[in-house]
């Protein structure tokens, strides 16, 4: 519908029509002006896959939701650094939402992860903005190719899930700039997601829902955003403030305070252009959303699982393979230890959760390969209920009784230590139960379960060939790592991540994903860690711009695994970096290019990564930032030249004097890493003069 005939109709509608469209029509709906041909659209959950909920006016169980394909959790699509392969992703999503008649789509998160204790990091992307905003963006334009509309969120400074609804982020202007803000920044310009949803917390002390500045100054009026911005659920404190802020809509519904709106108005509280404003805001998406329906849309499960298991095949980092003991051989005798070996952990706990459609394990998908003999390990902990509107996290007396099923039973560990003795290979499935890492409340700490390490140590002190299968959403600590002898980290693959692991064990594919957050030594290395999760409701965000790798790289800090680690069946190798020339002008830009070969036996994908580091100067800055990246497919011994464009902007900083980007007079080097710790080629780049950004 044109932008006229929506101003048409908003002004044909009545004040008290205005204020009620302004909130939604219960859980997941517009509110619909039949009078005036205006319908309802439907939203839904989520990031992962389609949770859309049959009971559209009642919601109770978070669980309870439709099959749909549960597709690997946003930290291991991060995990990938493929740019197409999160397209190709999205654009699944968004034919499962054409089919279940949705019509947008609450994702992705794309918030960075401040500390790697909040308890939703497996709902979100990367440490690193640059990251988290090509993928983010390519996720959404998948989406959105199929007619349906993404919401990205949660703007702004959303990172910790601890006082979640009344918490303050304290950060300064620079930190917003140059890292909380720029995954969005770069998202809305690049890809025009069709909402923006905005945080539970206040930011610098007012509530992002009504913020002006954040909202409109910035969102709408400095980066162009047309579209509509929408609260979470149960983030609008004040309904008029956040309409004359730019919060369109506010969800769920709550028409006992749509005459808060119409009174603002009467009372000359509220300007009624704000208020026309949002509603022709609101009508857009609904419009956009509805004319883009096409009815008859069938989905193909098992395409879009082939899809998916390709997806968790290239997000698998491995972490360690000591001897090359990975891939396994065919027709070898392996010990699976471990309840996730047949109940795997494959999703986050709380409103991304999707109830499968068809969910594979790793023992029933290796039986065919090896002969496999089973342990159980460690005892089952059970999931958490999870309640909308009464306590994502569960209930408290429930969540300890099953705290206590996390201690180790030596029983299980003993008779897991038997079977391993009479194996080849001893595969250990551990990681975070549900209980440990959800929506809702954050982590205590960095450890794995005591049972799961308990059982670790004890195997790998009877059978020396010990591979460990993490399944988790975010870091972990691995105090047994020189005891095993690889680790293949499988984060939340979804639905087929048995499948995919199986074909990762024994070669059948090559395992080339890449870290998108730092592994830490312990929890208290890490840069907000004397500041997390805040005191009350004020969290200072002290550590400013040095979050993840750019505190660890810049302070030299030895950690378990860096942003950007990944080892692979087959090995590549980098020559040839140029760059097209040695001066960055205003309007310049920088094309790099670099030759990477498979020189192993193997074909293989390797993610080539980019950093620029400033030399020298009065700005501290991180030594280096990740400014580009891609993912090239090789077979052994074929050869590829790698390209990038670099502007002024990867190069600038905030200075908070101008209010704007400046690139500061001096030298620079781009870089090319294997991770954010290990850089194999280097050229220089000058700056003769500053450049201004504004």
């Known amino acids: 519908m044109t932008e006229a005939k929506i101003k048409e109709l908003v002004a044909q509608m009545t004040l008290e029509e205005k204020a009620a469209l302004t909130s ?14 205006i319908a309802s659209m439907w939203m839904s959950d989520g990031p992962h896959g389609l949770r859309k909920q049959e009971n559209y006016q009642e919601v109770k169980d978070i669980n309870d939701s439709l099959p749909a394909v549960s597709l690997p959790a946003e930290c291991a699509m991060a995990a990938s650094f493929d740019r197409d392969l999160l397209y190709r992703i999205g654009t699944e999503l968004g034919r499962e939402a054409q089919f279940r008649n949705v019509h947008l789509i609450l994702g992705p998160g794309v918030n960075m992860k401040r500390s790697p204790l909040c308890g939703r990091n497996f709902e979100y992307l990367s440490e690193d903005p640059c990251l988290a905003g090509v993928l983010g963006g390519a996720y959404i334009k998948g989406i959105q190719s199929q007619g349906v509309g993404a919401c990205v969120k949660h703007y702004l400074a959303n990172s910790q899930e601890t006082r979640r609804f009344t918490s303050s982020s304290e950060v300064d202007e620079r930190t917003l700039r140059e890292i909380y803000m720029k995954a969005f920044e770069s998202i809305v310009k690049d890809a025009k997601p069709m909402a923006v949803m905005s945080s539970y917390n206040r930011i610098n002390g007012t509530y992002a829902t009504a913020n002006k500045y954040f909202m409109k100054d910035v969102l709408r009026d400095e980066w162009g955003y047309e579209g509509c911005v929408i609260s979470d659920w149960g983030a609008t404190h004040d309904r008029t403030a956040a309409v004359a802020a730019g919060t369109a809509l506010t969800m769920p519904g709550v028409n006992e305070t749509d005459h808060e709106v119409s009174n603002a108005v009467k009372a000359g509280i509220l300007e009624e252009k704000d208020l026309d404003t949002a509603c022709e805001q609101i009508l857009k998406m609904v419009f956009d ?52 070996a047949k109940e795997p952990r494959y999703q986050g706990g709380g409103s991304s959760h999707v109830t499968p459609i068809r969910l594979s394990n790793a023992f029933e998908a290796c039986e065919q390969l090896a002969t496999i003999t089973y342990a159980e390990g460690y005892p089952e902990a059970a999931k958490p209920r999870l309640l909308v509107g009464i306590d994502l996290a569960g209930d408290e007396a429930q969540k300890e009784a099953e705290r206590r099923s996390l201690e180790p039973d030596e029983k299980l560990i003993a008779e897991a230590v038997e079977v391993a003795k009479a194996s080849d290979v001893a595969v250990i499935f551990a990681g975070l139960p549900e209980l440990m890492e959800s929506e809702g409340e954050d982590r205590k700490g960095l450890d794995l379960p005591p049972s799961h390490n308990a059982l670790i140590e004890a195997v790998a002190a009877a059978q020396p060939n010990t591979v460990v299968v993490l399944s988790n959403g975010s870091p972990v600590t691995m105090p047994w790592i020189r005891n095993v002898k690889a680790v293949l980290e499988m984060y939340l693959g979804g639905e087929t991540v048995g499948e995919a692991t199986a074909n990762l064990l024994f070669g059948r594919a090559n395992p080339c994903g890449r870290l998108p957050e730092t592994f830490p030594m312990k929890i208290e290395d890490t840069p907000c860690f004397l500041f997390f999760p805040g005191e009350g409701d004020s969290v200072p965000y002290q550590e400013g711009i040095y979050i993840g790798y750019r505190y660890y790289a810049t302070k030299k800090m030895p950690v378990l695994f860096p942003f950007g ?27 790099v290019s670099v030759h990477v070969k498979n020189i192993g036996k193997v074909p293989g994908r390797e993610v080539v990564q980019l950093y620029v580091a400033p030399k020298g100067g009065e700005i501290k800055r991180p030594v280096r930032e990740l400014r580009a990246f891609d993912k090239v497919y090789l077979e052994p011994g074929q050869e590829e030249t790698v390209s990038f464009t670099l502007s002024p902007s990867d190069f600038a900083y905030w200075d908070t004097g101008i209010h704007g980007f400046r690139v500061a007079e001096g030298e620079y080097s781009v ?15 000058s700056c003769q003069k500053e450049i201004n950004l504004l």
């Open 565 to 591: 680690y990944g080892l692979s069946y087959t090995t590549f190798v980098y020559t040839d970096l140029r760059t097209d020339t040695k001066e960055l002008e205003e309007k310049g830009t920088v094309r």
């Open 24 to 37: 939604g029509e219960g859980p997941w709906m517009t509110k619909a002006v039949e009078r005036l041909g």
């Open 289 to 340: 959303g509805l004319e883009a329906h096409r009815e008859g849309v069938t989905p193909d499960y098992d395409a879009e699982r082939t899809v998916m298991r390709e997806a968790v095949e290239q997000s698998a980092v491995l972490l360690k393979n000591k001897d090359r003991i990975l891939p396994l051989q065919e027709g070898s005798k392996v010990a699976f230890i471990g309840g996730f």
């Open 671 to 685: 870089l090319i890493g294997r991770n954010a710790f290990e850089m194999v080629l280097g050229e220089d780049i």
